[in-house]
């Protein structure tokens, strides 16, 4: 009787945990600073896209989160796109681990020197450096 009891009470700690790693994540999404550097990244994707001139594409990825929330937040993002890569990637989403793998052919003009420009200029944004090379907040 005992350990279950003590079972439920981890089972509980972990969920409140996660939740509250859900609230920190959620608070640092609301920032400003974030929202403008999640905007700068991506017209510099499509920026270095247009550059690129994909001619063709195919492939697919799979992708799984735990967390049903989240799952719903990527899959809102991947909605935006998908209408134009619906024939050419096939993406395949999963509830239950968490993992990411996928095997994609892309066929176009891709330039070293587009690629150079796009990691310059991101390198160049503050909030994108801070991010990515000490590891967000908590320097992971």
């Given at each position: 009787?005992?350990?279950?009891i003590?079972k439920w009470i981890?089972f509980?700690r972990?969920?409140?945990?996660?939740?509250k790693e859900?609230?920190v994540?959620?608070?640092?999404l609301?920032?400003?600073?974030?929202r403008?550097?999640?905007?700068f990244?991506?017209?510099e994707?499509?920026?270095?896209?247009?550059?690129?001139?994909?001619r063709?594409a195919k492939g697919?990825i799979?992708?799984?989160i735990?967390?049903p929330?989240?799952m719903?937040?990527?899959?809102?993002?991947?909605a935006?796109v998908y209408?134009?890569?619906q024939?050419?990637?096939?993406?395949?989403?999963?509830f239950?681990?968490?993992?990411?793998?996928g095997?994609?052919?892309?066929e176009?003009?891709i330039?070293?020197?587009?690629l150079?420009i796009l990691?310059i200029?991101?390198?160049?944004?503050r909030?994108f450096?801070?991010?990515v090379?000490k590891?967000?907040?908590h320097?992971k």
């Amino acid at each position: 009787m005992r350990d279950t009891i003590n079972k439920w009470i981890d089972f509980f700690r972990d969920k409140v945990r996660s939740l509250k790693e859900i609230q920190v994540l959620l608070k640092e999404l609301g920032k400003d600073e974030t929202r403008e550097m999640i905007a700068f990244v991506l017209m510099e994707g499509l920026r270095f896209l247009k550059t690129c001139r994909i001619r063709k594409a195919k492939g697919s990825i799979y992708f799984s989160i735990e967390d049903p929330a989240t799952m719903g937040q990527v899959l809102e993002g991947v909605a935006l796109v998908y209408p134009f890569i619906q024939d050419k990637i096939t993406l395949v989403p999963e509830f239950g681990d968490s993992y990411y793998y996928g095997d994609i052919r892309l066929e176009g003009k891709i330039r070293l020197i587009h690629l150079l420009i796009l990691l310059i200029r991101l390198l160049r944004n503050r909030a994108f450096r801070r991010l990515v090379l000490k590891g967000g907040k908590h320097g992971k």
